[in-house]
């Protein structure tokens, strides 16, 4: 399924989502009030629904949000009473940012999973499960998105431009590590970025660096936490624009270097 195709399904879907979410809401709430085991049942239930038709659409991040919700309400049946306050909390602020989420990306926001990252692992916390870093939850997906994105022709110029803008990208990603005016250098990676988006001629490449971009942006406007793990990732970035000046475009098996 297609970015676009995402949209559209999910505009379609959005009515009967926020009702499902609305009802998990007030299943929680009535758990809170009453303490019964039904209402928490109900609540994963519903969970469960909303997780189904996220994974149908391909909508990954969302996808595995509701997937890490579905799970603290079942470990919160499971529990004891005196152990289910944290979860309680968690769970009851991913329902409250969930709509916000998916609205967003109705208006087009990109779904990369790092995106809910900080909601994900407050929820894991609460069920006292490992929590995650940026790279290992960006860099598999980015991988998966890539292969099922095959397609278009190499373009042959690519090799003579990613030559030229990777001395952009090192100025850039310079600057921004040692956080000599951080805004600029974070532009020009985004400048660089969005060139070899719109030089890549596979659907391999233009999904990598929409992904770049989208990333180097949400850090720019502190969307997205510039943690060591974010910045590792995009510097890791160098060895793709080595790559694709090695051995070009056509050699790129849809995934990182």
């Known amino acids: 399924m297609t970015q676009g195709q995402d949209r559209s399904t999910l505009k379609w879907l959005r009515d009967d989502l926020n009702e499902l979410i609305q009802q998990a809401t007030l299943q929680l709430g009535e758990f809170v009030d009453k ?128 030559k030229q803008l990777r001395m952009h990208f090192h100025k850039g990603l310079l600057g921004w590590y040692r956080q000599i005016e951080p805004e600029k250098s974070l532009n020009l990676l985004r400048q660089v970025f969005n060139r070899l988006l719109k030089t890549s001629g596979t659907s391999c490449s233009k999904r990598l660096w929409e992904a770049a971009l989208a990333l180097s942006t949400g850090v720019m406007e502190e969307s997205i936490e510039a943690s060591i793990s974010v910045k590792l990732l995009i510097g890791h970035l160098d060895r793709e624009m080595k790559f694709v000046i090695d051995k070009g475009e056509a050699a790129n098996e849809c995934g990182f270097a």
């Open 35 to 162: 303490g019964q085991s039904a209402q928490i049942s109900e609540c994963q239930s519903l969970l469960h629904k909303i997780h189904g038709t996220l994974k149908m659409v391909q909508l990954t991040g969302a996808s595995m949000l509701t997937e890490e919700m579905e799970a603290v309400a079942l470990a919160i049946e499971e529990a004891a009473a005196a152990s289910t306050k944290d979860r309680v909390e968690a769970l009851m602020m991913a329902l409250v940012q969930l709509p916000d989420y998916l609205e967003r990306l109705e208006k087009g926001a990109p779904d990369l999973p790092f995106s809910v990252l900080s909601i994900i692992n407050d929820l894991r916390a609460s069920r006292d499960a490992g929590l995650l870093s940026e790279t290992a939850f960006f860099a598999p997906h980015l991988n998966q998105m890539l292969v099922e994105q095959t397609g278009g022709e190499p373009n042959p110029e690519i090799k003579q431009v990613t």
